[in-house]
């Protein structure tokens, strides 16, 4: 079977195209975000604001600590 260039050009554009969707698609099913800074600093802040939170409030009443155990 001889193709033409041009016969040959369009096979080969067609095998492309398919080929660069399948990439596409995998791409979009293997893609794994990678935490940006603004969500790290809004999980940093929210455990130092739990920690804030736990440190104000104080041992639960009845409990011993480290200061009170000794």
Same mark, same amino acid.
Request: charged share 25%; glycine share 8%.
């Given at each position: 079977?001889? =193709?033409?260039?041009?016969? %040959? *050009? =369009? #096979? !080969? &554009?067609?095998? #492309?195209?398919?080929?660069?969707? *399948?990439?596409?698609?995998?791409? %979009?099913?293997?893609? &794994?975000? !990678?935490?940006? #800074? /603004?969500? /790290?600093?809004?999980? /940093? $802040?929210? %455990?130092? $604001?739990? @920690? %804030? @939170?736990?440190? #104000? /409030? @104080?041992? *639960?009443? @009845? +409990? $011993?600590?480290? =200061? +009170?155990?000794?």
């Amino acid at each position: 079977m001889d =193709l033409s260039p041009y016969a %040959l *050009e =369009l #096979l !080969v &554009q067609e095998r #492309l195209a398919r080929a660069r969707a *399948e990439a596409a698609v995998y791409a %979009l099913i293997t893609r &794994q975000k !990678v935490p940006t #800074l /603004r969500k /790290r600093m809004r999980v /940093r $802040l929210g %455990l130092a $604001l739990i @920690g %804030l @939170g736990r440190w #104000l /409030r @104080g041992p *639960e009443p @009845g +409990t $011993l600590d480290e =200061l +009170t155990h000794a």
